[in-house]
């Protein structure tokens, strides 16, 4: 016959056996910590292609500390690769906020980049994607120079300008599913680090006199800096592109990541032009399209309420805003129309608004009969405005 331990000995055994286990898991980290110490942490990726090689620049941070890395390669794994070996670090790209595309990809350089990313789960899919005016890694190496001595980094300056400045920047999962879907193509907002010319102040009096060498007062040297997106570059089907800047705010317009922005319009009012600024305070659009004769019908309904920011020009004629509500509608909406309708003239060689898959999600059966072909897509814009 079996010995059974008493009741009070049992549990006390599956209690020591309960805090040994918790013991061992805390002793064991799921990550070693020399692991998380050897690698390289990625906050920033910009990738450029040149003749078939993948060039690589990031962001890195160490402690307090930044800096640009570089490595090449065949495609972006093998750049990864090369960049881990030459810094005897593994790349850990987890906290990547933000990739850069060089301003020479073309769409199929773009879609193969991120589908590698995505694809083995090396970055988020919420992701920032952007393009730089120039060379990716010029971008990178500048920015990092600029945004470290502003105390931040390239991806705080990129969230700034998405939700501050209320520019349209897409994810990494939004820019590949527009280039694989029927519409093949994206739009990114364009980021440039320029060099302006910046008058030096006069010296200090004991060094000019001391120094007869010095640089005269007031000269100018090179300095860089960041300037704000005002601009989107198309990417498609044999297309890559920087739109016009009415293009580009036509597109922000109708972009849903995009609720706010400070417009200007021309506002005529006893035979006197003026440019007045709004800004959106709400904003409904959409962009809908079917097949009517075998062609292409788009339209784009835009409803916003804009708040007047040029009060003091109505205060100097003797009105009031409220008197003068519809003439500045009317301005506001003429703005509007103009911009939405030069992003259309883009849609015709490079679909960024998404007319080919809305026709191909309506109507499945027209679309592959028809074959649809927006150059010869008709267009009409509906836009209504409220000034408060």
Known sequence: MKRRLPGKTANRWVCIAFVLMFALLALTPLVPEAEIASCLMVNALGIDVNGGTVALTAETSGGSSTESVHGEGGCVTD???????????????????????????????????????????????????????????????????LTTAAGSGVTSYIGFADTSASVAIPTAL?????????????????????????????????????????APSGASEKQSELVPP?????????????????ASLGLTLLSPRSDGGTYAAEWTYDGETTTIL???????????????????????????????????????????????????ERAFAAAFSSHVSAAAEVCRRCDILGVLTELYRAYPREYAALAPDLSDMTFSPSVSVKVS
């Open 79 to 145: 750049a990864l690769h090369d960049m881990s070996e030459r810094y005897g670090r593994n790349i850990e790209l987890g906290h990547c906020g933000v990739i850069v595309m060089g301003g020479e990809m073309s769409a199929a350089d773009v879609c193969l980049a991120l589908m590698s990313l995505l694809s083995e789960a090396e970055v988020n899919a919420g992701c920032a994607v952007i393009s730089a005016s120039g060379g990716a890694g010029e971008f990178i190496d500048k920015a990092v120079t």
């Open 174 to 214: 939004s820019v590949l599913g527009g280039l694989k879907s029927k519409s093949a193509a994206a739009a990114l907002p364009v980021f440039a680090a320029e060099e302006s010319d910046a008058e030096t102040g006069t010296r200090d009096s004991q060094n000019s006199g001391s120094d007869g060498g010095g």
């Open 230 to 246: 005002r601009l989107m570059r198309a990417v498609g089907t044999n297309v890559s592109e920087e739109l016009s800047e009415s």
């Open 278 to 328: 709004g800004e959106i305070r709400t904003k409904k659009a959409s962009v809908s399209a079917r097949f009517e004769g075998g062609r292409v019908i788009a339209e784009a309904e835009l409803s916003v309420v804009v708040r007047f920011k040029d009060r003091f020009k109505v205060i100097e004629r003797g009105d009031s805003v409220k008197a003068l509500a519809s003439s500045l």
